[in-house]
């Protein structure tokens, strides 16, 4: 994602790194498939965890918040060791309180705004799990990922996400042992934009200079954007970053602000998204991809040997729709090849022709992402954005820029459609439903 900064307005959302047993905390069940180069798929128990930071967190020895509102409650958390020590991470009522249920078998399906008796949740994010302790981890080099969307429900300024994050197969359980909770109760998140809205990071609380739901140090990992979008935009994009496991950054390291081109990660990704590359035919309501109907989403991720130990060189999509196979539109941008795939060749005429920094390339671009793919997790969610409302995925951004200039118009919303604020009071009712998630040799996941 481009900016990540999630409206977390849970009125009570709380948190901490010790075990809550208040509520008990019981992982909703998707099963996905493994598939062979024949064809043949195999059924694998996962499970999804609810992230951390949506959580209860509660004083170990009672009822009392550690966190409300925007704040620390600085008795419980004077500094984030002490903090980490006095507080608990409770279990999730996944339906109840988040509005994330399982629609059908291998279906999961994410409500935008859920009110509950405690107040109202927002948006959620959730990691596919191996077992009860641990996160499913992908290594996708000449592989090909696969699942299915519904969309349909799913308006202007709305993002249903579907990524990877380079996070710890355990939470970061044994790399940081004062995290007691881990990826049980969705711990060590982390990603390209190095968030700092995370309350716990490296089993300490970022109370340190929080202010306004962030704090001084952020969490930054490789990204693998494989599903941004909603009814009118969406963008598939990887993010490299300097470093290869989750790491915890401060100041420049962060890439925030004036950094944003020497921190640790590639926040800009090297996106496709149709709209933006010149075809606004594409994707959309009874476009060619027509998103008010559920479709198929492969993306296969292709190394320069054609092996499983080979360099990452290309990145292919395609859409399966009513029993056919749509190819990704091909960039119809002046400066760019006709291509349907990110490669590096891509991103730099791609960067070129819209006037922007390849730090992709700075970064390391498709060697590197793809030593990071090795070893993902996998994400989904569904949030509004409180930074830029969206603009970057499905309207004109930035929002002052002239809109004939290429690369600056990314989709048909209203650049005021996404306020949280908005969107939020319109559309309470949106919701995505992912399902079917297939991993397998290419061409195995999907009948071509
Ligand atoms: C903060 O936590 C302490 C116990 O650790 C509790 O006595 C106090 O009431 C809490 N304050 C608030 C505002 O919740
Ligand atoms: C995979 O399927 C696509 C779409 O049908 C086709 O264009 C491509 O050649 C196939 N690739 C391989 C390696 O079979």
């Known amino acids: 994602m481009y900016r990540s900064l999630v409206a977390l307005t849970f009125a009570t959302a709380v948190l901490g790194q010790q075990v809550g047993t208040l509520t008990a905390e019981k992982h909703p069940s998707m099963p996905m498939e493994v598939c062979s180069a024949a064809g043949s798929c195999k059924k694998e128990n996962t499970a999804v965890v609810l992230d951390s930071n949506w959580r209860w967190t509660h004083v170990t020895s009672g009822y009392t918040n550690c966190y409300s509102g925007n704040s620390w409650n600085e008795t419980a958390c004077p500094d984030g060791k002490t903090c980490a020590t006095n507080c608990a991470l409770d279990g999730a009522d996944y339906a109840k309180t988040y509005g994330i249920s399982s629609p059908s078998s291998g279906a999961l399906k994410l409500q935008f705004v859920t009110k509950n008796s405690d107040g109202t949740n927002v948006g959620s994010r959730v990691y596919l799990m191996a077992s009860e302790t641990k996160y499913r981890t992908f290594n996708l080099l000449n592989k090909e990922f696969t699942l299915d969307v519904d969309v349909s429900k799913l308006p202007c300024g709305l993002n249903g996400a579907v990524y990877f994050s380079e996070m710890d197969e355990d939470g970061g359980l044994s790399r940081f042992p004062s995290n007691k909770a881990g990826a049980k109760y969705g711990t060590g998140y982390c990603d390209s934009q190095c968030p700092t809205d995370i309350k716990f990071i490296n089993g300490e609380a970022n109370v340190d200079g929080w202010e306004a739901g962030s704090g001084k140090t952020g969490t930054c990992c490789a990204e693998m954007d494989i599903w941004e979008a909603n009814l009118d935009s969406a963008a598939y994009t990887p993010h490299p970053c300097k470093v290869t496991t989750q790491t915890k950054c401060e100041g420049v390291d962060c890439g925030n602000g004036d950094d944003r081109y020497a921190g640790l990660c590639d926040k800009d ?180």
């Open 269 to 448: 990704g090297c996106d496709f998204n149709s709209f933006r590359m010149g075809v606004d035919d594409f994707y959309g309501t009874s476009k060619t991809v027509d998103t008010s109907e559920p479709f198929t989403v492969v993306t296969q991720f292709i190394t320069d040997d054609g092996t499983d130990t080979g360099t990452l060189s290309k990145i292919n999509r395609f859409y399966v729709q009513g029993g056919k196979v749509i190819p990704n539109s091909a960039a119809a941008v002046e400066g760019v090849d006709a291509v349907n795939h990110i490669s590096d060749g891509f991103c730099k005429q791609q960067k070129e022709a819209f006037g922007d920094n390849n730090y992709f390339a700075t970064v390391g671009g498709m060697a590197t992402m793809g030593k990071s793919l090795e070893k993902m997790v996998l994400v989904l969610s569904v949030w509004d954005d409180t930074a830029v409302s969206m603009n970057w995925l499905d309207s004109t951004f930035p929002t002052d820029a002239d809109p004939t200039k290429p690369g600056v118009v990314r989709g048909r919303c209203d650049p005021g459609a996404g306020l949280p604020k908005t969107v939020e009071a319109a559309h309470p009712d949106s919701y995505v439903i992912y399902s079917k998630i297939r991993l397998g040799a290419i061409n195995s996941t999907f009948a071509a």
